[in-house]
Structures are given as C-alpha cells and as structure tokens.
C-alpha cells in the first residue's frame, strides 16, 4: 500500500470544515428534541439568560452536557477504531476488541456492587482498563516488539476473562442489577458538567495528537521493515499509539459504558467517503464518530417517550445491518 508523502491541506481543511458544520447544526437539532420540546428561539433565548429557569435548566444542565458527551465519546471511539485498524492492518478491529472495555467494565460493575457512588464508579473503571491495557501490552510483545496477531488474541481472550467475571459480579447485584445493565450496554444518560467537559477535553486532546501521527500510520501500514527503513522506530511509535488509543477508550468506557459499533464501523465509513490515508481517516472519524452518536442518543431519547432507550442499542441495530452492507459491498 502506498500513499502520497504531501497532502493537500486546503482540500482536508476543506472536508473538515463541512464536517465540523454538520456537527453543529446536527447538535442544535439535539438539543431542541426531548421530552420537552424546544423551538429554537427558545434555545438561543437559553444561551443569553433570557429565557425561563426551566428552559435554562433544561438546556444548560441536561441536553448540553448530554451532548458534549455524545460528542466526546462519539469522536474518540471512532478515532481510537480507526488507529486500531490501521496499527493491527485489521478491518475488524474496534476499541472493545482488545479487552479495554471490559476492564472497564468490570471495575464499574464492582463499583457498583461496593455501593460505591458515581464517582467511584469511573474511578474505578479508569483503573480496570489501565490493568487490561497494561496486560496486553505486556503479553502483546514478542522478541522485543508488538506483534499485531498476539496484541489481538490477547485482548480477545483477556477480555472474555473479564467479561466471565462481570458476570460473576452481576449474580451478586440486587437492586443496583439494573443500572449495572443499563451501564453496561451503552448509556449517556448519567452526563453531568463534570464528565462531559473532561471527556470532551481528554477525546479531543488525544485525537489532535492521534492524528499527528496519520502520515506515520501510513507508513506502518506497509511493513515493519520498510517503516524502518524510512527512518520509523516501529516499536515505539506503535507503543506510543496503542497506549494514546487504549487510554482514551478506558476514559470513555468509564462514563458511557459499552457502546458498539461506533469505533467499528465509522471508520469504514470514512474510508469509503474519503482515502485510505489516515491524515484524514483518523480527523474525520472524530467528526463523523461524533454526528453519529449524537444523531443515534437524539433517537435514544425521543423515540419511546417519556422513557428512553441505552444508546448502545439504538447503534448497535443501526451498526449491525449497515456494516454488514458494506461488507457485501466490498465483496462485489
């Protein structure tokens, strides 16, 4: 596989720029719908203190922090699906297939059985997925450097470890069991101010930096030892990358939960829409990843009011049949 070593900056900035639109108007159509319906006077009327306190509470401190959620973990799970799928050169691979979710999960679900408050949940969430991350990257090594079939096999197979012992956990769960599955099948409903600006803060911040290292990717994707010989330390730059992507999925994991198919099937999406070049695979999966799931988490709460459905869901019967489509398109 080859790729161009220039790019052309005004034709990224260009797609970048209608991308980042669509993100905005697809974000005011989310924070007009609910179950208090909202004109957009109304909202604008919000922004400049001027219009009820229930209008106000509504949009400053539910349907905003809801949303900058949904974009934060949107957009870094498309980006960390897409860099995965360029470092293991594995079309299959997405953020959960290495076993940090789990990790995560299982530090919430023990959280949770604790009694522990929200707080501690992520806390120890955070803490379940640096020991998964720290494990497969241990085992992942081999001679002395990452080998993509075993980083795979293992965060397979120390993600079914952990998922077997979530399930442990839950037998033990009475009145929590509910939000313990709600949790752990993709939910945005607990967003509050504090976790949605960090995990906006902490998914763009990794993503700009993931995204520096696109031409990189570029080149690891056509071989160890021409990336070697192209002046590339391999080992340290996919260290570098697999540590930057599998942080920000333990951080997103521990608010969200588990929410499939975003960081499988957006950058697919990307790739057929745009190149193969990760200079702009791996930005525009962040755009894209974070329309995605903000148009999915409107549906999620809209579409069987006055409840709401996990967001997980709503991607994963959306996910499910599109990527099967693509999959049969890429046959033909």
Excluded: C
Excluded at 283 to 309: C, K
Aim: charged share 10%; glycine share 8%.
């Amino acid at each position: 596989m080859e790729f161009d070593r220039s790019i052309n900056l005004k034709s990224l900035m260009w797609k970048l720029t209608v991308l980042f639109i669509l993100l905005i108007f697809t974000s005011l159509f989310s924070l007009l719908l609910g179950s208090a319906n909202i004109n957009i006077s109304e909202l604008f009327a919000s922004f400049s203190g001027s219009s009820t306190d229930t209008i106000q509470e509504i949009i400053l401190h539910i349907r905003i922090p809801r949303l900058l959620l949904a974009i934060g973990v949107g957009g870094g799970l498309s980006v960390a699906g897409a860099v995965f799928q360029s470092l293991l050169m594995n079309p299959l691979a997405d953020p959960y297939i290495l076993g940090v979710s789990s990790g995560g999960s299982f530090g919430a679900v023990l959280a949770l059985l604790l009694g522990l408050s929200f707080i501690w949940v992520e806390l120890f969430s955070i803490i379940g997925a640096s020991i998964v991350i720290l494990l497969v990257f241990i085992i992942g090594h081999r001679f002395g450097k990452l080998q993509p079939n075993i980083l795979l096999l293992t965060g397979v197979m120390i993600g079914a470890f952990f998922s077997a012992l979530i399930l442990l956990l839950l037998t033990f769960l009475n009145d929590t069991l509910r939000t313990a599955i709600f949790w752990l099948v993709g939910n945005l409903a607990m967003a509050d101010n504090f976790s949605a600006y960090y995990i906006v803060i902490f998914s763009l911040i990794i993503s700009v930096v993931l995204s520096l290292f696109g031409y990189k990717l570029n080149l690891l994707a056509m071989g160890d030892e021409d990336a070697s010989n192209l002046g590339l330390n391999p080992k340290r730059i996919k260290s570098v990358i697999y540590i930057l992507a599998s942080v920000l999925v333990g951080i997103i994991v521990s608010v969200s939960g588990i929410i499939g198919f975003v960081g499988l099937l957006i950058p697919h999406f990307v790739r057929i829409i745009f190149s193969s070049d990760n200079r702009i695979v791996v930005p525009a999966s962040f755009l894209i990843g974070a329309i995605f799931l903000v148009f999915t988490d409107t549906i999620a709460r809209t579409v069987i009011l006055p409840s709401e459905l996990p967001v997980g869901v709503v991607t994963a019967i959306i996910g499910a049949p599109v990527f099967i489509y693509l999959l049969k398109k890429r046959e033909t």
